[in-house]
């Protein structure tokens, strides 16, 4: 896999309901990478990442995902395996405890059985929710229910991590802790690809390295996150001035890697 993009998508065409809402996407995200997606409500983002994480298939268009190709059932299984997703709004049995949610998504994902304990505990570790992992999920608050599905996201060390808006519901000093993760996550020796959906600059400015800027459907930007302004000014006020800029359709791009 680690001779590919982890994900290289190439006209990918999409819609509900008879309303087409991707048009023709076609963008690489680099192995090991961090990339943030960058999109505002309504732009397609979340049809894009339920293609990428294999629950919806697009009309048109090809996928790959570290060279395998999940139109493919063999592939498809492997790629699942391999795979840890956060939805926007994830939807479990709240009667479960953190634990035995943490290892209930881990079995979906047929991580070994004899693992499944010790890898549930050290996520729950890593999103501070050690304390509560015995706590039924529908006593949990807002930001520790958001907090326990990072950790059912990131278990058993999948290749592939998608999280569609992870800070959503934590507090500053929980987003900063999530950053944190993330920069633990990549200074690994066997980094994951994490593409991690927001549309806070802040939520992609000190840990992505590589953007892509979705809007009304089409890749406004993909490439480094240096390149996404002109200057390579990575301040959140800069990247956040590109973006907009970016939405208001002055340019589209697409930077290579270095």
């Given amino acids: 896999m680690d001779n590919h993009p982890a994900f290289s998508c190439t006209g990918i065409v999409a819609g509900y309901r008879r309303k087409e809402v991707l048009h023709g996407l076609s963008f690489d995200i680099p192995a090991h990478s961090i990339t943030g997606l960058l999109s505002p409500n309504g732009a397609g983002k979340s049809t894009l990442l339920r293609i990428l994480a294999n629950i919806a298939s697009p009309s048109a268009g090809e996928i790959r995902m570290g060279g395998l190709n999940p139109a493919l059932r063999s592939e498809r299984n492997d790629i699942r395996r391999n795979l840890g997703f956060l939805p926007q709004n994830f939807s479990v049995d709240e009667r479960m405890s953190v634990q035995e949610f943490v290892r209930y998504c881990l079995w979906m994902r047929e991580y070994p059985a004899a693992r499944r304990a010790e890898a549930a505990e050290s996520a729950i570790a890593a999103v501070g929710l050690e304390n509560s992992s015995d706590t039924r999920i529908k006593e949990l608050s807002g930001g520790m229910r958001q907090r ?54 802040e939520d992609v400015a000190s840990c992505a390295d590589h953007i892509l800027v979705l809007g009304e459907g089409t890749i406004r930007h993909s490439g480094p996150a240096r390149a996404l302004t002109d200057s390579g000014d990575r301040s959140i006020d800069a990247l956040e001035s590109a973006y907009r800029r970016l939405l208001s359709g002055m340019k589209n791009t697409t930077t290579p890697e270095a």
């Fill in 148 to 201: 326990a599905g990072i950790a059912a996201s990131i278990a058993g060390s999948p290749k592939f991590i998608i999280l569609d808006e992870p800070t959503a519901g934590l507090d500053p000093e929980q987003r900063y802790e999530f950053r944190q993760l993330l920069s633990r996550l990549r200074d690994q020796d066997d980094p994951p690809t994490i593409l991690l959906s927001t549309h806070l600059v």
